[in-house]
């Protein structure tokens, strides 16, 4: 698994991942500002079929506004994205991008690593509800 994603994989149906994931995000603070179907996307725009993949905009307000407030540019890395597909096997992979390996990386901002070493925690948390 990349180091730049926490994985989940569910033996649960695809639907019913993406009515879990959600809830699951609001336990810790979020809440999904956007969903993009991915597999839709593809067939209307380049009339390709793709497995069900959907990307939802998960955003915490107050870890946002910390983290802008801290590094303006740091918009560039939000909302943190959260995926959501049907894999091989029939099961349902869930995919969040690691805020602290991301960031870490990228911003040498102290306080920008800290608030993504806590964005990590709470994303981990809620996809371990699941």
Not at 56 to 71: F, R, T, Y
Not at 90 to 117: C, F, H, Q, R, W
């Amino acid at each position: 698994m990349p180091k730049y994603a926490i994985h989940k994989v569910l033996d649960i149906s695809y639907e019913d991942a993406l009515e879990k994931v959600p809830a699951a995000l609001k336990t810790e603070g979020f809440g999904v500002l956007t969903e993009i179907d991915v597999k839709a996307t593809l067939k209307k725009k380049l009339d390709v079929d793709f497995r069900k993949y959907k990307i939802l905009g998960a955003c915490n307000p107050p870890l946002a506004h910390k983290a802008l407030s801290a590094e303006l540019d740091v918009g560039v890395l939000l909302p943190c994205n959260v995926v959501v597909w049907e894999n091989d096997e029939g099961k349902t992979t869930i995919a969040a991008m690691d805020p602290y390996e991301v960031m870490a990386s990228l911003i040498d901002n102290p306080e920008v690593k800290g608030l993504a070493e806590e964005v990590r925690t709470k994303i981990t948390r809620a996809l371990d509800t699941l």
